[in-house]
């Protein structure tokens, strides 16, 4: 690795994938609940193993797994969901591709 391959941090790969879900994947929230937090917390729930239920109880100062629930009902094809998810996180990826090459990049 040289000095200018770009890095990405734990919290830049977050926010990397964050972006690119809320981009691509618009959910429209009210109240307390914004975007950004459910997609913060489907991603530490999806990563650690656990359920939105556990995870909603672990962190501080989040919305309620009923809360992130109701917003995520309002998805009824998740067929269609989760092709523009699997179409979307290549294209965030591609920025952080400098060098234009498609090597040692993992498949979704």
Known sequence: MTATTPVLTDNQTLKEVVNCLAENVPIKTQGNCEQQN??????????????????TKVLKNVPTSNDIRYHLEKYSDITSLEEDLNKALPLSLARWDTAGTT????RF
């Open 38 to 55: 459910i997609f913060e917390i489907l991603i530490r729930a999806a990563t650690q193993r656990d359920s939105i239920e556990n995870t």
């Open 103 to 106: 090597e040692n990049r993992h």
